[in-house]
Structures are given as C-alpha cells and as structure tokens.
C-alpha cells in the first residue's frame, strides 16, 4: 500500500501533464473540430490555420534566435547601416510581405465561402433556445419544416439564410465551415460545402441568453441520393400512430393542446410557435441537442422542461397521469 | 442666554449620559407600567382624549393620501361595475356600513371609530383614495384589508360607493336580491349567465373546470377578493354539487357580427400569432375533439371578464387550477391589441361548451 502510495504522488505531476497533452490532441479531431475538416470551407479555414500556426513558429524561433544572438553572442554594436537595414527589412518589408500574402490568401478565399447555393436552401431561425430550420429546393413549392438538425448533401454546396426570433445567436458548425450571426430583424447567409458523409456538432456561438451553452444542434452530411430521398420522406405527411398506447399519445397530444405550439403535419396539429414534430423520432437528439432521442428523454423533457433547458418557452406537463406521458412520449417518438 | 453662554456651561459627558440613562430608564419602568398592568383604559365608552381623534383621522386621511395610485378604469361608473359591487358589498360590508336607505345598527354606531354609512363615503374621497382603502384597509379602526392581492377586481366597490349616496333602498334591494339557496346566482344568473358583462358566464363551463376553479378560489390559488368572500361561505363539501348543477347548463344565444377587431381575433386565436402566441383554439376551442375539461371554454364569455383575465395571465398573476402555468407561458408575450382583439372574437362567439363533442 505504502510503495503504491509514494509511486502514485511521484507520477501524478506527470500524469497530469500527459492528461493535459491529451486533452489538447482531443480537440483536434472529433464531430465537432476546426482541425477536422469536413467541408471546403472548414478546409480552407484548417489550410490557413496551419500555415499561420507554422508560420508564428518560425517567426518566434526566430525572432528569439535574434534576440539571444544579439544579447548573448554578438560582441559589438551593429554599425548604423547595417540597423538601418536590419530595421527597414526586418520591421517593414518583411511583415508587410507576409501580411499581404495572408490577406490576399484570406480574400480570395472569402468569395467562395459567399457562393450562392446549388439548389438547396435551408433558412435557420435562432428561436429561444433552438434552430428552426426550413428546406427548400428548386422543385419545392413550400418548404419543409424541421428542427435542431440541419442535413446537407456531400459534394454541392448549399445556402443558408440566417434569421432570429427574439435574440442574437450564431450558428457554427467547426467541421463544415466558419460562424455567422443570426440578428433579429436581419437576414444574414452563409453558404457550405460539405465533402465526408457523416454526423458533426454544431453549437450557438453568440451569447444569446439562459440556455445558451443547451442550445446545440447535429449537423447530418449525407451522400446527394441519400439526402434527396430523406427530403422527400421529411415532406410526407406523419404517419398515423400503430398501436394502442401511442394512439392514446396522440389523443393526449391533441386534447391538452399541444397543437398549439407544435405542428404534426396530417395529424391536426399546426402550431408554429415550437418545433415542427411531424418526423420528431427519426431527429438524432431532442431539445436542441440536450437530450438523446429516446422515450425516457422525451418523458423527462415533457415532466420539466425547465429542469433541462432554463428559460425554455415550453411549458412543463408533469401534471398528466404517469400512463398519459407515457403514452405521449411513446407518440412523439414514433414520429420517425 | 446667547448661543455662547449654551456653548460654555461645564461639559461633562459623564453627567449627561447619566442623565439620559436614567430618563430612559424612568420611560421604559412607566410604558412597563402601562402595558403590565393595564393602565390605559382600551373602553370604546371612554372615547378618546380631546384631540386624540383630530390626530389620528388626520393621519389615515394624509397616509391614504399619499399612496393611493391607481387609475381607475374607463367604465368605473357603467351600471355593471356598480350591480357588481353592490353585491359584493351586501355581502362582505353591509353589516358595518349598512345600506342605501337604511340606518347603520345601534352598535355599529357605538364603535370607535365608528364605521361611516355608505351614502357618506364617497363625497369624502377620491376614487383612487377609495380604491386604496378598499384594497388595504386600515389598521385599528376594524376596517380589514381586500382579502387578495389582485387589486383591479376592488374598483366595482369603488363605483357602488360613488353611485350610493343617490341610490334608493328600492334600488339597492333590487341589485342585490338572490334566488332563495342559490348563493351563486346573485352574482352569476340563475341560468349561470347574468348578462352583466363585469360576471363571467359560467354555463358555457365543464364540471371539472368550475369544480377546480370554486377549490382554487377556497385556497387562494386564484387569486380574486369577490370570490374569495363568496366561497367563504360555501362548505369544500358543497363544491361537487354546485360545479354539477352549474355545469349542467346548456349555453343559449346568439352569436354577435364580428367587427375587425373581432376578425383579427380570430386569426390570433385560431393561427397563433407573432411568432410568440399559440393558437388559443387548441386549448379553448372551437375544436372538434375533445379537449381537457380542465381548459375552460370562451365562447360567447363576455369581452370586459375576458380582457381582465388576459391581463393577469400576462402579468403571471392569475393563478387556478393545477393547469394553470400552462395559461402563464401562453400569455406573457401578448400585447393590449391582442388581448383586446381575442376578448372580441370569443365574446362574438355563440355561447357553447369547450369542443363540439358538445362536453
């Protein structure tokens, strides 16, 4: 015990030191990672990074090299020509060469990031506290509605038009591109371009109130024929619920007034308050990215809102009789 | 002897704090005194000392004076707001101001301070002097204080005040008559509606609505002085019989033209609106499945009941019924437009129960 003792207190500083190392490398790759392009725009983000990043090596390398040169080794004092020389070339023509090559580097880039989209454009709407996202292709007459998951197809490059209901937020998706700030009473865009299939996290960048830090969303990148058929199953109408319980979910739903705030396409629900829950169980996470999608989150989230996510508009229903919200949660996630 | 002579008797400050030390002694042995052995005589035949009275009316009168704030509302003198708080009155002031035409009793005119008669209040006090008296009442002459917070539902007393001094005893018997038993009717209708457009319409409501709505009243979770007194004389026991009977009502009228106030009403209250207002209809109705009895319905509720309760909704200070939080959420982003357009749409409405299931 003893010997364990001392080994554990003679290694904790490097454990300490390794665990810190490796937590810096974790947030290097990973769904939600600037370092871990998934898309042209976060590339070129990762591209200048990782020259600026190099370049402030070799700069401070040696720039420190000069410094212990001057102080350490050099004998006598630079004649004035050659400080003169040292300070016009080293003070001015050198960062201004850099500068200008990062800039023009950085501007040429932006034009593409501005791109206008290839047919898909997605409106996203920063509500208290979660995303509103609309779809709409060339072919769609009205969009279709989702929440707090925004799909892209890999390989094109699609538009975003950014909108806020109430309070400034910002939406960034570190693996697919930079953020842009939603602002009310404004329309800000930003345009991605996807490239590797997979599943990304995005997060509220802006301070925007309360739950500020709850208000995340997933970010799904699909090949185009998979994305095409998801839209189209994502414009169909709800299915009717199957069985007993959660057809009785759905007279819940409908008899305390849920239809209020939310939509149910095909199922007599139209409000346009909250989320649209017409495809709620096939969404990879509930509440803005707070909770998995499963029936005991749905029920947690139904009993006290507040209790998940402070401030939230949606009131709590812990009044229902357990068998009720039961059935309710039962409902809502078979909405797929 | 000039302020110098003051400034140069001896100082010695240990005198001086024995002197004030033992004149706080003597004062605090004397008050002991008072209180310990009852000394000062409390008897209402005794009447107070000259002046004594002068002093302490003076002092109600300048305190009311100085915090009575509240604007009364436009139609404080209609003939709705005065029958309604007639009828508060008989119940809860008339044993000590008595009534329009009648004599207050022998012993309440044998109080200290005596309770002033009804028909010589008002030409006393300004209206929002009499609504803060009616609301907080005043310490240590008998007069109690509103028994709710909410302090808009005061301002029918207030206009039955103002209207008594021209009022006769036939007049007031007439406002305040009630069928024999049916405390409720006095105010609300023997059919559960009374066409006073000050008292809302109950015959439109669920058994389960009125039943949660009478216990919440009982409780204090609604919060409304009128009815706080009515159910102070109403047993828990009687509750499930008076929601029954009342609820058994069927709702008879007919529906008004809308205007465009009531128009933009009906968008809100069917759409939701704004961005922030849910559809009241999914809760309210008109709605063809059933909804939950415990959402009360609105059509054909009369707009001046409907406005007041939006307003306390919004300021989150209704309260109710175990569904309650829910009305609180759905409220707080309404503006004056709205609730003015929504109260004008339902009270268009024919008079109907929640959902068409007809419940």
Same mark, same amino acid.
């Given at each position: 015990?003893?010997?364990?003792?001392?080994?554990?207190?003679?290694?904790?500083?490097?454990?300490?030191?390794?665990?810190?190392?490796?937590?810096?490398?974790?947030?290097?790759?990973?769904?939600?990672?600037?370092?871990?392009?998934?898309?042209?725009?976060?590339?070129?983000?990762?591209?200048?990074?990782?020259?600026?990043?190099?370049?402030?090596?070799?700069?401070?390398?040696?720039?420190?090299?000069?410094?212990?040169?001057?102080?350490?080794?050099?004998?006598?004092?630079?004649?004035?020509?050659?400080?003169?020389?040292?300070?016009?070339?080293?003070?001015?023509?050198?960062?201004?060469?850099?500068?200008?090559?990062?800039?023009?580097?950085?501007?040429?880039?932006?034009?593409?990031?501005?791109?206008?989209?290839?047919?898909?454009?997605?409106?996203?709407?920063?509500?208290?506290?979660?995303?509103?996202?609309?779809?709409?292709?060339?072919?769609?007459?009205?969009?279709?509605?989702?929440?707090?998951?925004?799909?892209?197809?890999?390989?094109?490059?699609?538009?975003?038009?950014?909108?806020?209901?109430?309070?400034?937020?910002?939406?960034?998706?570190?693996?697919?591109?930079?953020?842009?700030?939603?602002?009310?009473?404004?329309?800000?865009?930003?345009?991605?371009?996807?490239?590797?299939?997979?599943?990304?996290?995005?997060?509220?960048?802006?301070?925007?109130?309360?739950?500020?830090?709850?208000?995340?969303?997933?970010?799904?990148?699909?090949?185009?024929?998979?994305?095409?058929?998801?839209?189209?199953?994502?414009?169909?109408?709800?299915?009717?619920?199957?069985?007993?319980?959660?057809?009785?979910?759905?007279?819940?739903?409908?008899?305390?007034?849920?239809?209020?705030?939310?939509?149910?396409?095909?199922?007599?629900?139209?409000?346009?308050?909250?989320?649209?829950?017409?495809?709620?169980?096939?969404?990879?996470?509930?509440?803005?990215?707070?909770?998995?999608?499963?029936?005991?989150?749905?029920?947690?989230?139904?009993?006290?809102?507040?209790?998940?996510?402070?401030?939230?508009?949606?009131?709590?229903?812990?009044?229902?009789?357990?068998?009720?919200?039961?059935?309710?949660?039962?409902?809502?996630?078979?909405?797929? | 002897?000039?302020?110098?002579?003051?400034?140069?008797?001896?100082?010695?400050?240990?005198?001086?704090?024995?002197?004030?030390?033992?004149?706080?002694?003597?004062?605090?042995?004397?008050?002991?005194?008072?209180?310990?052995?009852?000394?000062?005589?409390?008897?209402?035949?005794?009447?107070?000392?000259?002046?004594?009275?002068?002093?302490?009316?003076?002092?109600?009168?300048?305190?009311?004076?100085?915090?009575?704030?509240?604007?009364?509302?436009?139609?404080?003198?209609?003939?709705?707001?005065?029958?309604?708080?007639?009828?508060?009155?008989?119940?809860?002031?008339?044993?000590?101001?008595?009534?329009?035409?009648?004599?207050?009793?022998?012993?309440?005119?044998?109080?200290?301070?005596?309770?002033?008669?009804?028909?010589?209040?008002?030409?006393?006090?300004?209206?929002?002097?009499?609504?803060?008296?009616?609301?907080?009442?005043?310490?240590?002459?008998?007069?109690?204080?509103?028994?709710?917070?909410?302090?808009?539902?005061?301002?029918?007393?207030?206009?039955?005040?103002?209207?008594?001094?021209?009022?006769?005893?036939?007049?007031?018997?007439?406002?305040?008559?009630?069928?024999?038993?049916? $405390? %409720? *009717?006095?105010? @609300? &209708?023997?059919?559960? +509606?009374?066409? !006073? /457009?000050?008292? =809302?319409? #109950?015959?439109?409501?669920?058994?389960?609505?009125?039943?949660?709505?009478?216990?919440?009243?009982?409780?204090?979770?609604?919060?409304?002085?009128?009815?706080?007194?009515?159910?102070?004389?109403?047993?828990?026991?009687?509750?499930?019989?008076?929601?029954?009977?009342?609820?058994?009502?069927?709702?008879?009228?007919?529906?008004?033209?809308?205007?465009?106030?009531?128009?933009?009403?009906?968008?809100?209250?069917?759409?939701?609106?704004?961005?922030?207002?849910? $559809? %009241? *209809?999914?809760? @309210? &109705?008109?709605?063809? +499945?059933?909804? !939950? /009895?415990?959402? =009360?319905? #609105?059509?054909?509720?009369?707009?001046?009941?409907?406005?007041?309760?939006?307003?306390?909704?919004?300021?989150?200070?209704?309260?109710?019924?175990?569904?309650?939080?829910?009305?609180?959420?759905?409220?707080?982003?309404?503006?004056?437009?709205?609730?003015?357009?929504?109260?004008?749409?339902?009270?268009?409405?024919?008079?109907?129960?929640?959902?068409?299931?007809?419940?």
């Amino acid at each position: 015990m003893q010997d364990e003792d001392a080994q554990g207190s003679t290694t904790a500083p490097r454990r300490l030191c390794w665990g810190g190392g490796a937590l810096l490398l974790t947030a290097c790759s990973g769904p939600q990672s600037v370092l871990d392009p998934a898309g042209r725009d976060a590339e070129v983000l990762a591209v200048l990074f990782w020259w600026m990043l190099g370049g402030a090596v070799l700069l401070w390398l040696a720039m420190n090299g000069l410094f212990f040169y001057v102080t350490r080794m050099k004998e006598r004092a630079f004649s004035p020509q050659a400080a003169d020389r040292l300070i016009v070339f080293g003070g001015v023509v050198f960062p201004t060469v850099v500068l200008a090559v990062l800039l023009s580097f950085a501007l040429s880039e932006m034009p593409r990031q501005r791109d206008l989209g290839e047919g898909l454009t997605l409106r996203v709407t920063g509500e208290s506290w979660w995303w509103r996202v609309e779809y709409r292709t060339e072919d769609t007459e009205t969009p279709v509605i989702s929440a707090n998951e925004i799909r892209l197809p890999a390989g094109s490059r699609s538009e975003l038009e950014l909108a806020a209901n109430g309070y400034i937020h910002s939406l960034w998706i570190p693996a697919l591109g930079g953020k842009t700030d939603l602002i009310p009473g404004r329309e800000t865009r930003m345009s991605l371009e996807p490239v590797t299939p997979g599943e990304y996290g995005g997060q509220c960048a802006e301070f925007c109130g309360e739950s500020h830090a709850k208000m995340a969303l997933r970010a799904v990148v699909l090949p185009p024929e998979e994305f095409a058929a998801w839209l189209e199953q994502q414009a169909a109408p709800a299915t009717p619920p199957e069985t007993e319980t959660a057809r009785r979910g759905q007279a819940v739903f409908l008899r305390e007034g849920c239809g209020a705030c939310h939509a149910i396409r095909g199922l007599g629900a139209r409000g346009t308050i909250g989320p649209d829950l017409t495809h709620l169980g096939g969404r990879r996470t509930l509440a803005a990215g707070v909770l998995p999608m499963s029936r005991a989150a749905l029920e947690d989230w139904l009993r006290a809102p507040e209790a998940i996510k402070p401030g939230v508009r949606m009131p709590a229903y812990g009044h229902l009789a357990a068998a009720d919200l039961a059935a309710l949660a039962t409902f809502l996630e078979g909405l797929k | 002897m000039t302020w110098r002579g003051l400034l140069s008797l001896p100082r010695d400050g240990r005198s001086v704090v024995k002197t004030l030390g033992f004149l706080a002694l003597a004062g605090l042995l004397g008050a002991g005194a008072v209180v310990g052995f009852g000394l000062y005589n409390v008897s209402a035949k005794s009447g107070h000392w000259a002046g004594v009275s002068w002093v302490l009316h003076t002092t109600f009168r300048n305190a009311v004076r100085l915090r009575a704030d509240a604007t009364p509302p436009e139609d404080l003198d209609s003939p709705a707001m005065v029958a309604l708080g007639a009828r508060h009155f008989d119940s809860a002031c008339r044993t000590c101001h008595a009534s329009p035409g009648r004599p207050r009793s022998a012993t309440v005119r044998a109080m200290v301070p005596a309770p002033p008669h009804v028909s010589a209040i008002a030409g006393q006090w300004q209206p929002q002097e009499l609504h803060w008296i009616v609301h907080q009442g005043a310490k240590m002459t008998g007069m109690p204080a509103w028994p709710a917070t909410r302090a808009d539902d005061v301002w029918p007393v207030v206009a039955f005040l103002r209207a008594a001094p021209d009022m006769s005893a036939q007049t007031y018997r007439d406002l305040t008559e009630s069928p024999e038993g049916q $405390s %409720c *009717a006095m105010c @609300h &209708g023997a059919g559960g +509606a009374s066409g !006073n /457009p000050q008292i =809302p319409r #109950l015959d439109i409501l669920s058994e389960a609505y009125i039943a949660a709505s009478l216990r919440a009243y009982r409780s204090g979770a609604r919060d409304s002085g009128i009815m706080a007194e009515a159910m102070s004389h109403v047993p828990e026991a009687a509750i499930p019989e008076i929601a029954a009977r009342m609820a058994a009502q069927v709702p008879v009228g007919p529906a008004q033209p809308m205007n465009a106030l009531a128009r933009r009403g009906e968008a809100l209250a069917l759409r939701g609106g704004g961005g922030d207002v849910p $559809s %009241c *209809a999914a809760c @309210h &109705g008109p709605w063809d +499945a059933a909804l !939950n /009895p415990l959402f =009360p319905s #609105l059509a054909g509720q009369h707009a001046p009941y409907l406005r007041q309760q939006l307003r306390l909704w919004r300021e989150a200070a209704r309260g109710g019924g175990p569904v309650a939080q829910l009305m609180h959420h759905a409220a707080r982003d309404l503006t004056e437009e709205d609730i003015a357009a929504l109260a004008a749409y339902y009270a268009s409405l024919a008079p109907a129960k929640l959902d068409r299931t007809g419940k």
